[in-house]
């Protein structure tokens, strides 16, 4: 079977489909430009069966190389069969592979290899094949230069010959590993004079579970336990099938079952090999294997949540004053213009123990009036309900500044203004102060903000730190990559870290496009493109259609369609006897267009319906429009919650055994998977997302271990009501003008939404 057929057959598709993909990768295409610009080619795969073809790709290679090593080292041996040729050439896993050449492995001196030295090898198969007397077969064998001083010395070697030739069998490894997987028990239990009650690993002192069975988060919370040596794992056959793991090995080497000595002495051996050899050996295998599938599960939560997170509602370009609350050290001051430059900055000190909130308060109002501020971002770290309220009292006492005051996640701010890129940026600024820059940006477009920050230190992730960081890695750079190029990029004012990200550009490229924008203005066509140096015709390709250019000479710059197709929409609008500009974002005109009729060789189904869906809306934005969320009054620590209290909050973190929420008191609480709804969940992603306002009911307070518990359930929850512990405060004739502003577009008055956002 070919590698593309194979590919094939794992995916579901057809093999040309596979093939030509492979073509496209090897021709150095990259992913998010296969997805939405060569449809025709692979039949439409998307990016997630792409990814997944990558991956395939790589792997099968890798493992054919593993192969050709293999063959070559057995065949130097003298030793390749036909037969084992044949095994080794269809292997499918590295497993499979490693287990048929685990006979020819260059190994240490083994006392098997000390027996045969020694001349056993024919005793033993005389055994394992022949009925015989164990003690007088042995009595031959005896040759006390060798160390073979009696019959018992020469059956030990004999023994030791015949439980390494046991072990070594392939089929017979996968068929206890498949069994011990099925029938496993994982035990856990704490290591002696390691208990402690406020251990975060208590539960798992006296746990077992069948190994197939166990959740990943439980998985690698055992495996850390295990690790900071706390916990010990050993995986066991189930109580009433001990003996099976022995029956299997018996029946696949056919070894005879009777009372002779001979029989009795073959048990014996066959007993020994799994005891001291294949238990441990395969029991490794299998928590590697369990460990490997919790962490894939994990890195797959990870990246279901960063893409919710770089995705979230943007609140677009407006004059922003970012705020990263602080007590001693004070409350650093950002404010940006709406492309995100800096405009101004300063520190204040309204809080314990400086309680300077009058001055802090005429401070903000200048750079609120000065500025036309329209949105104030608000990290929410330490202090931040604090400084909730003083957005709150400045919007009352400063009615006329219309601004809409909003909490967002500072997770990996402190990340950035630490960062190489930030001092390069901000060479003069102090480090707190670029945090606060960095708030007031991530209200802005989250995309653009975080793509300039490690994805590991955002802290969406279900034990990050536990998982392969290789594989963790390749895998959220691919997020970040299909999120950037899902969204666009503005050319003109992208930073380097958001146009590296773009398909076809690396960093080099990226910086060379700013070299190039800076000396020369701001890009008024894609074609202009191709005079950065290093960015050739097969760049371009690759990257111009990501990229937007706003108010240029081309208006079809501004949109999805690749400029490859701008002759087909010119053809669209003489088809149309319009011009060009009449015909992008008119739904009456694009309405008369059929796919049919523009279908050629050299533009397919595909590309035509793409290209005319993309006309009646170019340039749309695809992340949603933002919602309002509101804390409770008051409710601002742990100590301020009691059960059955109603709250509403913004899910900051999915996982596989619920969500994390954000209720305002500095420490998110847990809706466990069974709490999420009145229905059974099998997969808390199909139900929520980083970033949804949800209702939800206070069943659990655990001050000491910091735990909140939270349900979701409509029992519990009243969703028709607004989150409040207090009755309701009379309505004032005077609006709320930190709740809306005229300033604001129609989606923004509407509320805000994303990932960490609390519009206050």
């Known amino acids: 079977m070919t590698l593309a057929a194979q590919i094939a057959q794992e995916l579901g598709v057809r093999t040309q489909q596979v093939a030509a993909t492979i073509t496209l990768l090897d021709e150095g295409a990259t ?36 192969k050709q090593a293999i063959l070559s080292s057995i065949e130097e041996q003298g030793k390749l069969t036909a037969d084992l040729k044949t095994a080794i050439t269809s292997a499918d896993t590295k497993v499979r592979l490693e287990d048929l050449y685990l006979p020819y492995r260059p190994k240490r001196r083994t006392k098997a290899q000390a027996a045969r030295e020694a001349g056993l090898e024919p005793l033993a198969l005389k055994l394992l094949k022949t009925p015989c007397d164990p003690m007088q077969a042995a009595s031959q064998y005896i040759n006390p230069q060798k160390q073979v001083i009696d019959p018992e010395s020469a059956l030990a070697g004999a023994q030791q010959i015949l439980m390494e030739q046991f072990s070594e069998q392939a089929d017979l490894l ?115 294997r369990l460990r490997e599938e919790a962490e894939a599960e994990a890195i797959n939560v990870f990246a279901r949540n960063l893409k919710d997170l770089l995705l979230a509602a943007p609140a677009g370009p407006k004059i922003t004053i970012g705020l990263d609350p602080g007590l001693r050290t004070g409350t650093k001051v950002a404010v940006v213009d709406a492309t995100g430059k800096l405009l101004d900055h300063c520190t204040l000190y309204p809080h314990a123990p400086h309680k300077r909130w009058d001055e802090a308060l005429n401070t903000l109002a200048k750079l609120a009036a000065k500025y036309k501020v329209s949105l104030i971002s608000i990290g929410n770290g330490t202090a931040s309900r604090e400084t909730e ?32 890129l930030a001092s390069r940026e901000f060479p003069d600024l102090d480090v707190t102060i670029r945090g ?88 008024t066509n894609r074609k202009e493109l191709l005079k950065v140096p290093r960015l050739g015709a097969k760049a371009f390709e690759q990257c111009a259609a990501f990229l937007r250019i706003r108010e240029g000479k081309q208006p079809l710059d501004n949109s999805a369609v690749h400029p490859e197709s701008y002759a087909l929409v010119d053809n669209m609008a003489a088809a149309l006897r319009c011009k060009t500009t009449e015909l992008i974002g008119n739904s009456d005109l694009i309405q008369a267009l059929t796919t049919q009729q523009f279908i050629s060789a050299q533009y397919g189904e595909y590309t035509v319906r793409d290209v005319i869906s ?109 989150s409040t512990t207090k009755p309701a405060a009379p309505k004032s004739n005077k609006p709320n003008r930190s709740h809306t502003s005229s300033h604001l577009n129609t989606g923004l008055a509407a509320g805000l939404q994303a990932a960490g956002f609390k519009v206050k």
């Open 31 to 66: 992913v998010p430009f296969i997805a939405r610009y060569r449809k025709e080619i692979t039949g439409a795969l998307d990016d997630i069966q792409l990814r997944q073809l990558a991956i395939r790709v790589d792997y099968l290679r890798i493992l054919e190389s593993r």
């Open 174 to 288: 996968n068929r206890l590993r498949s069994w011990l997987w099925s029938n496993g028990i994982t035990t856990v239990s704490v290591t002696r004079g390691k208990a402690s009650e406020d251990s975060k690993f208590r539960d798992y002192y006296d746990h077992k579970e069948p190994v197939r069975k166990m959740p990943s988060h439980r998985a690698l919370a055992m495996f850390r336990g295990n690790k900071e040596g706390e916990l010990k794992i050993a995986l066991l056959p189930e109580p009433s099938m001990q003996q099976e793991p022995i029956n299997i090995i018996k029946q696949h080497v056919g070894t005879p079952s009777g009372n002779s000595t001979r029989e009795r002495w073959l048990q014996n051996c066959v007993e020994h090999t799994w005891t001291q050899k294949l238990h441990k050996q395969i029991e490794t295998d299998l928590l590697k």
């Open 389 to 420: 309220q003083l957005a709150k009292d400045l919007s009352k006492r400063h009615p006329e500044l219309n601004f809409t005051a909003v909490m967002v996640s500072e997770a990996g701010a402190s990340v950035y203004s630490a960062s190489e």
């Open 436 to 523: 606060a820059v960095s708030i007031a940006r991530r209200l802005q477009d989250p995309l653009a903000e975080l793509v300039k920050i490690d994805p590991k230190a955002i802290g969406v992730g279900q034990y990050q730190h536990d998982v392969d960081q290789k594989s963790l890695a390749g895998s959220l750079e691919n997020v970040v990559e299909d999120g950037v190029n899902h969204v666009g990029v503005d050319l003109n004012t992208a930073s380097c870290e958001l146009l590296s990200q773009v398909a076809g550009l690396n960093r080099t490229t990226a910086q060379n496009i700013i070299d190039y924008r800076d000396k020369q203005g701001r890009f």
């Open 614 to 722: 993309e006309l009646d809306k170019p340039g749309r934005d695809p992340r949603p429009e933002f919602k309002t969320a509101q804390f409770a009054e008051g409710i601002e620590t742990i100590k301020d919650l009691h059960v059955d209290m109603q709250l509403e909050g913004v899910i900051t973190n999915v996982t596989n055994f619920g969500a994390f929420v954000d209720i305002g008191v500095h420490q998110d609480g847990l809706v466990h998977i069974s709490q999420l709804s009145d229905q059974f969940v099998k997969d808390p992603h199909t139900l929520v997302k980083t970033g949804d306002i949800v209702h939800v009911r206070v069943t659990d307070v655990d001050e000491a271990r910091r735990r909140i518990a939270l349900s979701m359930k409509s029992q519990a929850v009243a969703t028709d009501q607004r």
